[in-house]
T-cell receptor
Framework: GAVVSQHPSRVICKSGTSVKIECRSLDFQATTMFWYRQFPKQSLMLMATSNEGSKATYEQGVEKDKFLINHASLTLSTLTVTSAHPEDSSFYICSATTRGRGAPYEQYFGPGTRLTVT | RKEVEQDPGPFNVPEGATVAFNCTYSNSASQSFFWYRQDCRKEPKLLMSVYSSGNEDGRFTAQLNRASQYISLLIRDSKLSDSATYLC???????????FGTGTRLTIIP
């Protein structure tokens, strides 16, 4: 149980285009979803936190107009990287939490999306 | 100073040996603690939560020292499959966000 999926698993796009990444909780309703970014040999850095039906809360230094997050339902959140540039190339990972399941504040991670901007 | 600090390693350990990692955290308001493992180019997976009394899960033992603000992970009888990056993760009181350390890379050598 507690499965989170991401789509696509890997994407290559040209500089200046936009890319949408989907994150779904398959067998539970996610109270909160998180979006992380991980550069090579670095740790996960939280980009934003989103709750269903409300605006996402972005971490300091993350441009909300560039990284658009939509949390349309309790099982789906999307991250759109707008006007992507090569420096946006990274591993994007989502996670979800649900109350009453798992250890307190345990997050269930999706398999990640590897974005390469050429 | 980073909120969660780990020795990045790498630790190259022979199969069957015992290896220990430490992690320190700076915010005394930290409430929950976890060890995750991350394989290359994969997502992190929860290894174990860390409780104040210490806890054990098979070959893995986690300890928490609140006074000194550090967490440890001990792996006994290491297996080749234990090769991964181990992430120390901290959660702060009243906040669902997790703060990740940079990870300690472990390679078990046959």
């Amino acid at each position: 149980g507690a499965v989170v999926s991401q789509h696509p698993s890997r994407v290559i796009c040209k500089s200046g285009t936009s890319v949408k990444i989907e994150c779904r909780s398959l067998d539970f309703q996610a109270t909160t979803m998180f979006w992380y970014r991980q550069f090579p040999k670095q740790s996960l850095m939280l980009m934003a936190t989103s709750n269903e039906g409300s605006k996402a809360t972005y971490e300091q230094g993350v441009e909300k107009d560039k990284f658009l997050i939509n949390h349309a339902s309790l099982t789906l959140s999307t991250l759109t990287v707008t006007s992507a540039h090569p420096e946006d190339s990274s591993f994007y990972i989502c996670s979800a939490t649900t109350r009453g399941r798992g250890a307190p504040y345990e997050q269930y991670f999706g398999p990640g999306t590897r974005l390469t901007v050429t | 100073r980073k909120e969660v600090e780990q020795d990045p390693g790498p630790f190259n350990v022979p199969e069957g040996a015992t290896v220990a990692f430490n992690c320190t955290y700076s915010n005394s308001a930290s409430q929950s603690f976890f060890w995750y493992r991350q394989d290359c180019r994969k997502e992190p997976k929860l290894l174990m939560s860390v409780y104040s009394s210490g806890n054990e899960d098979g070959r893995f033992t986690a300890q928490l020292n609140r006074a000194s603000q550090y967490i440890s992970l001990l792996i006994r009888d290491s297996k080749l499959s234990d090769s991964a990056t181990y992430l120390c993760v901290v959660n702060y009181f009243g906040n669902e966000k997790l703060t990740f350390g940079t990870g300690t890379r472990l390679t078990i050598i046959p």
